[in-house]
């Protein structure tokens, strides 16, 4: 697949700041880099969105009667898939369903075509909320702690897993030579 795969994201990366730091690195990436992709609103039914407990994002599952508006993106790369995979990591299963794109007719929003798109799944039904994540919510209390200058997705996950490790090891360490053992 070359820039012609397709996903329907409903929470944290509708921001397009996060959608472009965790594809590509950049939060403010060039317009040729933004002009690969397009981002129409849509509705994929009978999927409910939910506060995971003590995160900032959101979480789709299955429920018969509910919709979630999201966005539809496409232009999507086999890299753009892998970089999403790993920031949704092993609590999503990514999963091919079926969109209805919202289209202008005149000035209102209409269901317009059906796409198909991957969409993240949650797995742990019992983490979340039954409150609806709320994108508004997170763009005006929590955006900011995603979006700061130096914050870019690849590069955060890279520096603070080695400053972990690192001083994940100096605890060893420092308990060793506590304990005699070093």
């Not at 590069?155 to 972990?164: A, M, P, Q, S």
């Amino acid at each position: 697949m070359s820039g012609e795969g397709t996903a329907f994201v409903y929470g944290t990366l509708m921001a397009p700041e996060i959608f472009f730091s965790v594809c590509y690195g950049d939060h403010n990436p060039s317009a040729a880099i933004r002009g690969l992709h397009t981002f129409t609103p849509a509705i994929l039914e009978d999927y409910c969105r939910h506060r995971v407990q003590y995160a900032d994002y959101p979480a789709a599952v299955p429920e018969a009667g509910h919709k979630i508006r999201g966005i539809y993106v496409t232009g999507l790369t086999d890299a753009n898939m892998e970089k999403l995979d790993y920031f949704e990591g092993s609590e999503y299963e990514r999963r091919i369903v079926k969109v209805q794109v919202l289209v202008k007719d005149g000035g209102e929003e209409v269901l317009g075509p059906e796409k198909s798109a991957s969409v993240y799944v949650f797995l742990k039904p019992d983490e979340l909320e039954r409150g609806e994540w709320d994108f508004e919510e997170f763009r005006r209390e929590k955006m900011k702690l995603w979006t700061r200058g130096d914050w870019a997705f690849g590069t955060f996950v890279c520096n603070r897993g080695d400053d972990i490790a690192n001083d994940l090891d100096k605890e060893d360490d420092d308990k060793a030579a506590v304990n005699g053992v070093a």
